[in-house]
């Protein structure tokens, strides 16, 4: 079964951090970009970074800007979502997505049409 899997969700107090890993299983990611969403009930998906195939080019979302980091190992076939200063308005089932390749011109947070999507894992931030 070709997917992708999330893991390192949990419960965090306010200010702490997190290290999200997102596994590719049954596939190689070296070619495909990753992107991390997230969704608090009751409000829209929300696309929160993107790290590009080669893994020099990555995009946060500006409410993350500052605290978040993304990154991949290509030899370990997993991209990552670092996490720190979370805040309470971060709780959320958050989920990766791959898509081949990456082109500049393409709004990846925008992006419906993903070739791999995991089923996410819950983020939440309270005291």
């Known amino acids: 079964q070709l997917r992708v899997v999330e893991s390192g969700g949990g419960l965090v107090q306010p200010g702490g951090s997190l290290r999200l890993s997102c596994a590719a299983d049954?596939?190689?990611?070296?070619?495909?970009?990753v992107v991390w969403f997230r969704q608090a009930p009751g409000k829209e998906r929300e696309g929160v970074s993107c790290?590009?195939?080669?893994?020099?080019?990555?995009i946060y979302a500006d409410s993350v800007k500052g605290r978040f980091t993304i990154s991949r190992d290509k030899d370990k076939n997993e991209a990552y979502l670092e996490m720190s200063a979370l805040k309470p308005e971060d709780t959320a089932v958050y989920s990766c997505?791959?898509?081949?390749?990456?082109?500049?011109?393409?709004?990846?947070?925008?992006?419906?049409?993903?070739?791999?999507w995991g089923q996410g894992t819950q983020v939440t931030v309270s005291a």
């Open positions: 997505a791959a898509i081949r390749d990456y082109y500049s011109n393409i709004d990846y947070f925008k992006v419906d049409f993903f070739e791999y």
């Open positions: 049954g596939f190689t990611m070296d070619d495909y970009t």
């Open positions: 790290i590009s195939v080669s893994g020099l080019i990555s």
